[in-house]
């Protein structure tokens, strides 16, 4: 009889080798992806990129890297992401593991009571220890699919742990830069009230003189207080984002320790590479490919629900009614046995769940595609910001020349009696505008320069 039973077990794995020969799940290819044409007005002209350099290497200041370290270090939302990644991990090594058989102790007692009609005994006493095992076959690769898909959902966290990284290390250099413009922007009205004050006084020894009347010198004061007012916004936007940088840093709101705007260095030169490496530098775009490999392998999985599902088990232990013979040869008892399970009525769920793992397969190839043209665009976009702003402070310069030039005549003409009070006004105006609107086009290079980097994927590497 054991024998028979054995015969049957080795025809069921025969018939489940000749079964898996018919291959149902599809081997995973990376989607095609046309990235020719990702940067607008920017031919690539090697595969040398700015993304491939470490993050100390583009941002020089020693007080903006001591700030990144200190965030990678200690960022909430990076550590949140680590944390998902040992979630993924496991479910990853639990998934392998379902390959193997299962492999389970017992030990118990019964106590059973018959009664006179059943048996000539009034009680029973069974004792038992023994091993049970199972054993899946993974003849369609269901069990294979799933692994597959639990290892792309792990790829997909760590991909996402390297896109809050990159996103990290470009907010705290953009608010750093825009911290070092305001402080910029406050010297600047600092100096402009001083130099209204002067201009005040001016007016007054002029009214004195009866040069100019009561209106000039009022109108000079207001101007005056004018610049004074934006102070206290500017002191208070340098405040928020110290607070907000602090928090990235994960510590409370603090002030930040920084350099000057007018030390700050730029790349000149700064090289794209070519589109096609965002597929390996973009983190977010490696995240969506991986979230497509998670749902194509769970189609797989779906497939293999409309075929039989093969499960061998056994079990091999000590049975006996007393304890003194539970460890005599006779005592030894094992079981064997095998079976095929095929899906026949399931209320459409194979079907459903077919349907909704292809339609899910194809809104992750839909977000994949949409997620590295928008890639293409905010590298597009980035250096375009480059330019123009390159462009801008080299005219500005020109500009902040000739206004600081028109105060210095208004002034001698007004003193003099050709110029009168509007003209001065008007021009210290201009100046303060335009000196403003040089630290907003050098702050701009500056942020362009940190959109690029994040654009092309660096900052985790």
């Known amino acids: 009889m054991n024998k028979k039973i054995f015969s049957y077990i080795v025809l069921f794995a025969v018939a489940g080798i000749v079964l898996a020969s018919c291959k149902v799940t599809q081997t995973y290819r990376q989607p095609m992806a046309d990235t020719d044409s990702l940067f607008r007005d920017t031919p690539p002209t090697d595969t040398n990129s700015i993304a491939d350099l470490h993050w100390n290497e583009i941002f020089t200041d020693t007080s903006l890297q001591r700030l990144i370290a200190e965030g990678i270090a200690n960022n909430p939302d990076l550590q949140i992401a680590f944390a998902r990644i040992q979630e993924s991990q496991a479910y990853y090594l639990q998934s392998g593991a379902a390959l193997l058989p299962t492999l389970s102790a017992n030990a118990g007692v019964t106590a059973s009571k018959f009664s006179k009609t059943q048996s000539t005994l009034n009680n029973a006493t069974q004792y038992q220890l023994g091993l049970s095992s199972g054993w899946e076959a993974d003849i369609w690769g269901k069990l294979s699919s799933s692994k597959r898909a639990n290892l792309a959902n792990l790829l997909q966290t760590e991909s996402a742990a390297r896109a809050v990284q990159t996103n990290l290390v470009a907010s705290i250099a953009n608010y750093y830069y825009s911290l070092l413009a305001l402080d910029q922007q406050l010297t600047i009205t600092q100096q402009t009230v001083n130099n209204w004050d002067s201009t005040v006084q001016t007016m007054k020894a002029l009214k004195e003189a009866a040069r100019v009347t009561e209106a000039a010198v009022v ?243």
């Open 219 to 461: 109108q000079s004061e207001a101007q005056r207080y004018g610049a004074e007012v934006t102070i206290p916004d500017i002191k208070q936007n340098i405040k928020q984002i110290e607070n907000a940088l602090s928090i990235l840093l994960g510590k409370p709101p603090s002030g930040i320790k920084r350099d000057s705007l007018q030390k700050e260095e730029t790349a000149t030169i700064l090289q794209t590479g070519v589109p096609a490496q965002l597929l390996a530098n973009r983190p977010d775009v490696q995240q969506a490919e991986q979230n497509f490999r998670y749902f194509f392998e769970l189609t797989n999985v779906a497939r293999t629900y409309f075929y039989p599902s093969l499960t061998i088990t056994g079990s091999a232990g000590l049975n006996a009614f007393s304890f003194s013979n539970l460890f005599r040869p006779g005592a030894l008892a094992a079981s064997i046995g095998a079976g095929l399970t095929q899906p026949v009525f399931n209320q459409r769920a194979n079907k459903t769940r077919m349907e909704v793992a292809k339609a899910q397969q194809q809104e992750a190839l839909i977000n994949f595609q949409n997620t590295l043209l928008k890639a293409g665009q905010e590298v597009s976009d980035a250096m375009s910001l480059y330019q123009n702003a390159v462009e801008k402070i080299s005219i500005r310069a020109n500009q902040l020349l000739a206004l600081q030039k028109s105060v210095l005549y208004t002034q001698e003409l007004l003193q003099n009696g050709f110029a009168t009070y509007t003209e001065i006004i008007t021009a210290r105006q201009s100046l303060l505008q335009a000196e403003l609107g040089s630290v907003n086009d050098r702050l701009q290079q500056l942020q362009a320069i940190v959109d690029l980097y994040q654009a092309l994927g660096g900052g985790w590497k």
